[in-house]
């Protein structure tokens, strides 16, 4: 397992610095930073003019406009916050396969690297940032803060997990529901293999209450198109007792046709709960990834 | 099953190579630590099923080609068709059908051939003998006709059987089936091979079969299972073609007797049964072989016409008239039909009747038989009676006096002669013919005691008097009495009465008559069978004409070669009115004509039945004057001589010597079972090289032999299925089957098929899941 300052190499360090993370909707934020806030106050970034209303504080009036167009205006601005990210990662034991494609990099590796990328991103814009590991439950959890000394503390959580037992994303996000008492980001860096239906539902729940939602689905190539040809011995790396004898070549096509179904659902269930979902390979550099996702986010707002 | 080469059979271990590349396989597996498990298990339980499925089967194919192949190599017997004792010599009896419809074209893979259907039944038959090969033995029955084993009544091995073939002449009248399978069987029963086997070849005809009942063909199925060794049957039929034919056969079935000088009307039937009509056609009518005139007849498709002739022959003796059609596209034996007439000067009859004890009685008897049996010579008008009669009282009749008359009739007698039964016992079994009248009660006792106790010769008993009182009745109504029921008469002297205008019977009303009562036979009172062999026996009486109310007037039983006529009434007008109507005469001398001649003697046969000729006086001065001392000897011995300075021609120009069987005082000759339809002449005079004397004989053919329609398949295999036999279509087909009888069958050939389908099978199946996995 690397050490946290392995988990960030100096190509990633430097793209890291010039990423910024803007979050696409509005959270609660301690600290004034670089993300919107709902609440209008005396920020400096306006945002609109209405009419006046017998009320209205007399100070927010807009006297230049009134000199202009001798009616009352009240002038409305949007106060900046910081952001509140919450990184969940899965260390189940199905993170723990390796591809040949990748370089000896488990998914469960990819995930804490793809972590700390966002971690020290975050981080560095002033935002607050905490960390979950969880398999079937809950592992370990850093509550999110925003000073520079934190990012050690959000390294060391991921550089001490491990990968093994089985999945529960569903058990473990309704366990953190009320661990994240504000609005904020929550970033699910997993496999997902386990009951989309359930995920969603209880993605749900975080979307209801003004949550962004961003999943990275970590996949190895070889699992998305299942290379093998042999007569193979598959075996559970979450409950090493299970072990399935198949021949590969004849079951690939079902298996494949059962990989798309799985994706579609997944992505369709995201696109419905507007939770942006983005799937990566452990072949794949994280800050690539990340890098991807950002572009490809500041596109669309 | 059996095994030619057993020891290749172990090359099934074979298939255990599948299942060890299959178990090595399984062994070096690639095992992967994966975390996608439930997607593996998700796809495995949709593939699992078909993957097994496929597997398995390409498993078991792969298993199947070397069992398959091995078990090719090691030449499997399958010995269910094995039959008991197949490996046994056996005996084969042969029903080869030779009549003349086996001289149809046969068909040969549809197509006519040159050949005749028996020629080409002759060529399967020796290739069957000869595949069968030696150790086999062969009865060969050539059933056309009747069923004759022509190798000497037992059974000869393939060499000897093929030269039999070659004598097989065909052109024989119509088969009996029944009679042919019975004597199959009898046949199979005197063989000695422990196994057995009746081929039956023929062509099938409908019309030979459609007379055999189911029951009939079930009880022979039945016989031949129930023999000790049972025969395998074997129905081999003969293609031929089934086209046109035109037969010609004549409509009367009995030998015509007429005087010198009388003429006589033949009609003859022509049937087409082609599909095509046929425009005049000319029809040669001949007689005894000189031809008389032509005919020209139009026939339409599927029907018949006749044709009629009125002859007359001015010499004593046998004749031929014969009808010729000119068919030459089909089968020529049904293309004539010949009609034998026998021109007779004139009979001798005696009439034994006692004249002088009653006058006036027996002077109208006499008058009447007198009449009715010689009309001319009684109505002092010209013309010449076939009938000569004479008179002799019961005192003055002798054995030998009885021998020069061809019938004798017994009427009213007083004087009775004890010795007169004896006298007329022999004579009616050498072939005379009685007529019995009865007269009072004296004489109705003596015959119910002297001819119809012992070895009785009379019909029936003479029973108690029926009497119809007063002519005219109370009311001057005219008592009509009783007359005869209205009937169609079968006995050839009575056909003439079934038309009208010959004459009415029941126009005559009896009176007075006597009761005719069964024979009591409390000893054998059949006459005993003399030593010649079977002419001598006697049938169970018939009644020939019977009253309304149901008592026989008109009685016949033959006897031997004789027949004897009871009346139940007098011949008297006191009795009945019979002898004052116009059908009285034609009565009295068809009964007398017909018995004399259609009875003992068979000029006109239908083909298998026996000719019986009668010697003439000539005939017997020729075997009397040319036959040596100890042939004479002998005759006296044994009642047999063979006639040598006669023979009997037949149809084929086949020349035979005949025997001679003397009995009861009278030469005869058996010609036995006619085979070939046509005019047998049996010649005899001083040399064998200019034969002067002739009797036309006839043997008639059975008008359905004609029908060359064949039977229906169905019908076929139904009659295989009554007989327990089975049908094969040719030589090789018998052969092959005898062979699975013998040895069972290899099975090699089909096992090699299914190693080839196989092996096309495992490539489909890999090519399908290459595709599926592509």
Same mark, same amino acid.
């Given at each position: 397992?690397?050490?946290?300052?392995?988990?960030?190499?100096?190509?990633?360090?430097?793209?890291?610095?010039?990423?910024?993370?803007?979050?696409?909707?509005?959270?609660?934020?301690?600290?004034?930073?670089?993300?919107?806030?709902?609440?209008?106050?005396?920020?400096?970034?306006?945002?609109?003019?209405?009419?006046?209303?017998?009320?209205?504080?007399?100070?927010?009036?807009?006297?230049?406009?009134?000199?202009?167009?001798?009616?009352?205006?009240?002038?409305?601005?949007?106060?900046?916050?910081?952001?509140?990210?919450?990184?969940?990662?899965?260390?189940?034991?199905?993170?723990?396969?390796?591809?040949?494609?990748?370089?000896?990099?488990?998914?469960?590796?990819?995930?804490?690297?793809?972590?700390?990328?966002?971690?020290?991103?975050?981080?560095?814009?002033?935002?607050?940032?905490?960390?979950?590991?969880?398999?079937?439950?809950?592992?370990?959890?850093?509550?999110?803060?925003?000073?520079?000394?934190?990012?050690?503390?959000?390294?060391?959580?991921?550089?001490?997990?491990?990968?093994?037992?089985?999945?529960?994303?569903?058990?473990?996000?309704?366990?953190?529901?009320?661990?994240?008492?504000?609005?904020?980001?929550?970033?699910?860096?997993?496999?997902?293999?386990?009951?989309?239906?359930?995920?969603?539902?209880?993605?749900?729940?975080?979307?209801?209450?003004?949550?962004?939602?961003?999943?990275?689905?970590?996949?190895?190539?070889?699992?998305?198109?299942?290379?093998?040809?042999?007569?193979?011995?598959?075996?559970?790396?979450?409950?090493?007792?299970?072990?399935?004898?198949?021949?590969?070549?004849?079951?690939?096509?079902?298996?494949?046709?059962?990989?798309?179904?799985?994706?579609?659902?997944?992505?369709?269930?995201?696109?419905?709960?507007?939770?942006?979902?983005?799937?990566?390979?452990?072949?794949?550099?994280?800050?690539?990834?990340?890098?991807?996702?950002?572009?490809?986010?500041?596109?669309?707002? | 099953?059996?095994?030619?080469?057993?020891?290749?059979?172990?090359?099934?271990?074979?298939?255990?190579?599948?299942?060890?590349?299959?178990?090595?396989?399984?062994?070096?597996?690639?095992?992967?630590?994966?975390?996608?498990?439930?997607?593996?298990?998700?796809?495995?339980?949709?593939?699992?099923?078909?993957?097994?499925?496929?597997?398995?089967?390409?498993?078991?194919?792969?298993?199947?080609?070397?069992?398959?192949?091995?078990?090719?190599?090691?030449?499997?017997?399958?010995?269910?068709?094995?039959?008991?004792?197949?490996?046994?010599?056996?005996?084969?009896?042969?029903?080869?059908?030779?009549?003349?419809?086996?001289?149809?074209?046969?068909?040969?893979?549809?197509?006519?051939?040159?050949?005749?259907?028996?020629?080409?039944?002759?060529?399967?038959?020796?290739?069957?003998?000869?595949?069968?090969?030696?150790?086999?033995?062969?009865?060969?029955?050539?059933?056309?006709?009747?069923?004759?084993?022509?190798?000497?009544?037992?059974?000869?091995?393939?060499?000897?059987?093929?030269?039999?073939?070659?004598?097989?002449?065909?052109?024989?009248?119509?088969?009996?089936?029944?009679?042919?399978?019975?004597?199959?069987?009898?046949?199979?029963?005197?063989?000695?091979?422990?196994?057995?086997?009746?081929?039956?070849?023929?062509?099938?005809?409908?019309?030979?079969?459609?007379?055999?009942?189911?029951?009939?063909?079930?009880?022979?199925?039945?016989?031949?299972?129930?023999?000790?060794?049972?025969?395998?049957?074997?129905?081999?039929?003969?293609?031929?073609?089934?086209?046109?034919?035109?037969?010609?056969?004549?409509?009367?079935?009995?030998?015509?007797?007429?005087?010198?000088?009388?003429?006589?009307?033949?009609?003859?039937?022509?049937?087409?049964?082609?599909?095509?009509?046929?425009?005049?056609?000319?029809?040669?009518?001949?007689?005894?072989?000189?031809?008389?005139?032509?005919?020209?007849?139009?026939?339409?498709?599927?029907?018949?016409?006749?044709?009629?002739?009125?002859?007359?022959?001015?010499?004593?003796?046998?004749?031929?008239?014969?009808?010729?059609?000119?068919?030459?596209?089909?089968?020529?034996?049904?293309?004539?039909?010949?009609?034998?007439?026998?021109?007779?000067?004139?009979?001798?009859?005696?009439?034994?009747?006692?004249?002088?004890?009653?006058?006036?009685?027996?002077?109208?008897?006499?008058?009447?038989?007198?009449?009715?049996?010689?009309?001319?010579?009684?109505?002092?008008?010209?013309?010449?009676?076939?009938?000569?009669?004479?008179?002799?009282?019961?005192?003055?009749?002798?054995?030998?006096?009885?021998?020069?008359?061809?019938?004798?009739?017994?009427?009213?007698?007083?004087?009775?002669?004890?010795?007169?039964?004896?006298?007329?016992?022999?004579?009616?079994?050498?072939?005379?013919?009685?007529?019995?009248?009865?007269?009072?009660?004296?004489?109705?006792?003596?015959? +119910?005691?002297?001819?119809?106790?012992?070895?009785?010769?009379?019909?029936?008993?003479?029973?108690?008097?029926?009497?119809?009182?007063?002519?005219?009745?109370?009311?001057?109504?005219?008592?009509?009495?009783?007359?005869?029921?209205?009937?169609?008469?079968?006995?050839?002297?009575?056909?003439?009465?079934?038309?009208?205008?010959?004459?009415?019977?029941?126009?005559?009303?009896?009176?007075?008559?006597?009761?005719?009562?069964?024979?009591?036979?409390?000893?054998?009172?059949?006459?005993?069978?003399?030593?010649?062999?079977?002419?001598?026996?006697?049938?169970?009486?018939?009644?020939?004409?019977?009253?309304?109310?149901?008592?026989?007037?008109?009685?016949?039983?033959?006897?031997?070669?004789?027949?004897?006529?009871?009346?139940?009434?007098?011949?008297?007008?006191?009795?009945?009115?019979?002898?004052?109507?116009?059908?009285?005469?034609?009565?009295?001398?068809?009964?007398?004509?017909?018995?004399?001649?259609?009875?003992?003697?068979?000029?006109?046969?239908?083909?298998?039945?026996?000719?019986?000729?009668?010697?003439?006086?000539?005939?017997?001065?020729?075997? +009397?004057?040319?036959?040596?001392?100890?042939?004479?000897?002998?005759?006296?011995?044994?009642?047999?001589?063979?006639?040598?300075?006669?023979?009997?021609?037949?149809?084929?120009?086949?020349?035979?010597?005949?025997?001679?069987?003397?009995?009861?005082?009278?030469?005869?000759?058996?010609?036995?079972?006619?085979?070939?339809?046509?005019?047998?002449?049996?010649?005899?005079?001083?040399?064998?090289?200019?034969?002067?004397?002739?009797?036309?004989?006839?043997?008639?053919?059975?008008?359905?032999?004609?029908?060359?329609?064949?039977?229906?398949?169905?019908?076929?295999?139904?009659?295989?299925?009554?007989?327990?036999?089975?049908?094969?279509?040719?030589?090789?087909?018998?052969?092959?089957?005898?062979?699975?009888?013998?040895?069972?069958?290899?099975?090699?050939?089909?096992?090699?098929?299914?190693?080839?389908?196989?092996?096309?099978?495992?490539?489909?199946?890999?090519?399908?899941?290459?595709?599926?996995?592509?």
């Amino acid at each position: 397992m690397p050490t946290p300052s392995q988990l960030l190499d100096v190509r990633d360090r430097e793209r890291v610095a010039k990423l910024q993370l803007l979050a696409r909707e509005v959270v609660d934020g301690l600290t004034v930073g670089m993300h919107s806030s709902p609440h209008k106050g005396f920020s400096i970034e306006f945002k609109e003019h209405r009419p006046y209303v017998r009320g209205d504080e007399v100070r927010s009036l807009d006297w230049k406009l009134y000199a202009k167009t001798d009616r009352l205006y009240i002038r409305q601005y949007e106060e900046e916050t910081n952001l509140r990210c919450i990184l969940l990662v899965d260390q189940s034991g199905s993170m723990a396969y390796a591809g040949s494609r990748s370089a000896g990099v488990s998914k469960h590796e990819f995930s804490v690297r793809l972590a700390a990328c966002l971690a020290t991103m975050l981080i560095g814009q002033q935002d607050a940032v905490g960390a979950v590991t969880f398999d079937t439950s809950v592992r370990r959890f850093v509550p999110a803060r925003s000073k520079p000394t934190h990012l050690h503390n959000l390294l060391e959580c991921f550089a001490s997990s491990r990968a093994g037992g089985e999945t529960s994303l569903a058990s473990v996000l309704t366990e953190m529901h009320p661990k994240l008492d504000r609005r904020g980001l929550l970033v699910l860096i997993s496999d997902c293999f386990d009951d989309v239906t359930s995920l969603l539902k209880t993605l749900t729940f975080f979307r209801h209450a003004r949550n962004e939602v961003l999943l990275f689905q970590v996949s190895d190539q070889d699992e998305l198109d299942f290379p093998f040809r042999d007569k193979t011995q598959f075996r559970s790396l979450e409950q090493p007792a299970r072990n399935r004898l198949v021949d590969a070549k004849r079951l690939r096509d079902d298996y494949l046709e059962k990989v798309t179904a799985f994706k579609n659902e997944l992505s369709a269930g995201c696109a419905r709960l507007h939770v942006d979902l983005v799937p990566c390979t452990t072949d794949q550099s994280p800050s690539q990834v990340l890098s991807s996702y950002l572009g490809a986010r500041g596109r669309a707002k | 099953m059996t095994f030619l080469n057993v020891s290749l059979a172990a090359g099934t271990a074979a298939c255990l190579i599948p299942l060890i590349i299959h178990l090595l396989s399984r062994s070096r597996l690639k095992v992967i630590d994966w975390g996608a498990m439930h997607w593996i298990e998700s796809a495995v339980e949709t593939n699992a099923r078909r993957i097994q499925w496929h597997s398995l089967l390409l498993l078991l194919v792969r298993c199947m080609i070397p069992i398959t192949l091995a078990l090719c190599l090691a030449r499997p017997v399958l010995t269910v068709w094995k039959s008991p004792g197949s490996q046994d010599r056996a005996n084969v009896v042969w029903l080869v059908d030779d009549s003349y419809s086996m001289h149809a074209p046969a068909l040969v893979d549809g197509q006519a051939s040159s050949r005749t259907g028996l020629e080409q039944s002759l060529t399967e038959i020796r290739k069957i003998i000869t595949g069968m090969g030696a150790g086999t033995q062969h009865s060969i029955f050539t059933i056309g006709a009747a069923p004759v084993n022509i190798t000497g009544g037992g059974s000869v091995d393939w060499p000897a059987a093929s030269g039999f073939l070659n004598s097989i002449p065909g052109g024989a009248g119509a088969c009996r089936m029944v009679d042919s399978l019975s004597a199959a069987a009898t046949a199979n029963g005197q063989a000695n091979q422990p196994r057995r086997l009746i081929v039956l070849v023929s062509d099938f005809q409908q019309s030979q079969w459609e007379d055999v009942l189911d029951s009939t063909l079930l009880t022979i199925g039945e016989r031949y299972k129930s023999m000790p060794i049972a025969p395998q049957v074997v129905l081999l039929p003969m293609s031929t073609q089934a086209a046109g034919n035109l037969s010609v056969a004549c409509m009367s079935q009995e030998t015509a007797v007429i005087g010198v000088g009388q003429s006589i009307d033949i009609t003859t039937s022509i049937r087409n049964h082609s599909s095509s009509v046929i425009t005049k056609l000319p029809v040669a009518i001949s007689a005894d072989h000189q031809e008389l005139s032509t005919k020209f007849v139009d026939i339409d498709r599927q029907s018949q016409t006749q044709v009629s002739v009125s002859c007359q022959f001015d010499s004593v003796g046998s004749h031929v008239v014969s009808f010729k059609v000119a068919d030459a596209a089909s089968i020529r034996a049904d293309d004539a039909a010949h009609f034998p007439v026998r021109v007779v000067d004139q009979i001798k009859v005696l009439v034994i009747a006692d004249q002088l004890s009653s006058p006036a009685k027996g002077a109208i008897e006499e008058e009447y038989l007198r009449f009715a049996l010689a009309p001319f010579a009684s109505g002092r008008t010209a013309g010449r009676d076939l009938v000569q009669v004479s008179f002799l009282e019961p005192s003055s009749v002798s054995s030998e006096a009885l021998e020069p008359f061809t019938a004798v009739l017994l009427g009213d007698m007083t004087n009775l002669n004890p010795a007169l039964a004896d006298w007329l016992r022999p004579y009616v079994v050498g072939g005379g013919t009685l007529l019995i009248f009865p007269g009072d009660q004296q004489q109705v006792a003596w015959c +119910n005691s002297q001819l119809g106790s012992d070895n009785a010769i009379l019909p029936f008993r003479f029973g108690a008097p029926t009497t119809v009182e007063n002519k005219i009745g109370p009311a001057n109504e005219i008592n009509l009495g009783q007359r005869v029921s209205r009937q169609i008469y079968s006995h050839p002297a009575l056909g003439l009465f079934n038309e009208r205008e010959n004459g009415d019977l029941t126009s005559a009303e009896f009176f007075r008559w006597l009761r005719l009562e069964p024979l009591v036979t409390t000893t054998d009172s059949s006459p005993k069978r003399s030593a010649t062999g079977t002419m001598n026996s006697a049938s169970p009486p018939t009644v020939l004409v019977s009253l309304d109310n149901g008592d026989p007037l008109i009685t016949e039983r033959k006897i031997g070669h004789g027949t004897v006529i009871q009346f139940a009434c007098e011949l008297n007008d006191q009795s009945s009115n019979l002898v004052s109507r116009p059908m009285f005469l034609p009565l009295i001398q068809q009964l007398v004509l017909v018995s004399t001649f259609s009875v003992a003697e068979a000029h006109r046969v239908e083909t298998g039945q026996d000719f019986v000729v009668r010697l003439s006086d000539v005939a017997r001065q020729e075997i +009397n004057s040319k036959t040596t001392t100890a042939k004479k000897n002998e005759t006296t011995k044994s009642g047999r001589v063979t006639f040598h300075n006669a023979v009997i021609v037949t149809p084929t120009g086949l020349r035979q010597h005949l025997d001679i069987i003397r009995e009861a005082s009278a030469d005869w000759i058996k010609y036995p079972a006619a085979r070939v339809p046509g005019v047998y002449t049996f010649e005899f005079g001083s040399t064998a090289a200019s034969a002067t004397k002739v009797e036309y004989l006839v043997a008639a053919n059975v008008p359905d032999e004609s029908n060359l329609e064949r039977l229906p398949r169905e019908r076929l295999e139904k009659i295989a299925e009554l007989l327990g036999a089975e049908v094969v279509s040719t030589a090789s087909e018998f052969l092959q089957t005898e062979r699975q009888r013998r040895n069972g069958k290899e099975i090699w050939p089909y096992l090699l098929i299914l190693v080839v389908v196989l092996l096309f099978t495992e490539l489909i199946i890999q090519q399908r899941q290459a595709r599926t996995t592509a």
